[in-house]
């Protein structure tokens, strides 16, 4: 999949490892975690290829959170994401466009 940030932070923890804002400071471990999780979704062709990878915990979010989905990063914390197709067969492309880090439990 294509991956894109919607926000700078996001991008940051990925690319650098921390973020700028202290707003979006996190453990090491859980950056450690959520740059994996971004790398099986960016080796991943399409949404289905991430339904037999069982750690990541990929659902359609309901409620006020319709229209997005979600991986998990750990037991607290998930990505949010919002998937898009484009293009025709056979260069069909999948974007991922990424939301959120955020903790499930909020």
Same mark, same amino acid.
């Given at each position: 999949?294509? =991956?894109? @940030?919607? !926000?700078?932070?996001? &991008?940051?923890?990925?690319?650098?490892?921390?973020?700028?804002?202290?707003?979006? *400071?996190?453990?090491?471990?859980?950056? $450690?975690?959520? !740059? #994996? $999780? =971004?790398?099986?979704?960016?080796?991943?062709? *399409?949404?289905?290829? /991430?339904?037999?990878?069982?750690?990541?915990?990929?659902?359609?979010?309901?409620?006020?959170?319709?229209? /997005?989905e979600s991986v998990r990063?750990? #037991?607290?914390? *998930?990505?949010? @994401? *919002? $998937?898009?197709?484009?293009?025709? &067969?056979?260069?069909? =492309? $999948? =974007?991922?466009?990424?939301?959120?880090?955020?903790?499930?439990?909020?």
């Amino acid at each position: 999949m294509k =991956i894109e @940030f919607e !926000k700078e932070y996001l &991008e940051q923890l990925y690319s650098h490892g921390k973020a700028k804002s202290k707003k979006y *400071r996190f453990q090491k471990h859980i950056i $450690t975690k959520y !740059k #994996q $999780t =971004i790398d099986k979704l960016r080796v991943a062709n *399409r949404v289905e290829d /991430l339904y037999p990878i069982k750690s990541l915990n990929y659902e359609k979010l309901t409620g006020n959170k319709k229209g /997005l989905e979600s991986v998990r990063v750990n #037991q607290q914390y *998930r990505i949010e @994401f *919002r $998937t898009s197709v484009t293009g025709n &067969e056979p260069d069909i =492309i $999948t =974007i991922c466009s990424i939301i959120e880090l955020s903790s499930h439990y909020k």
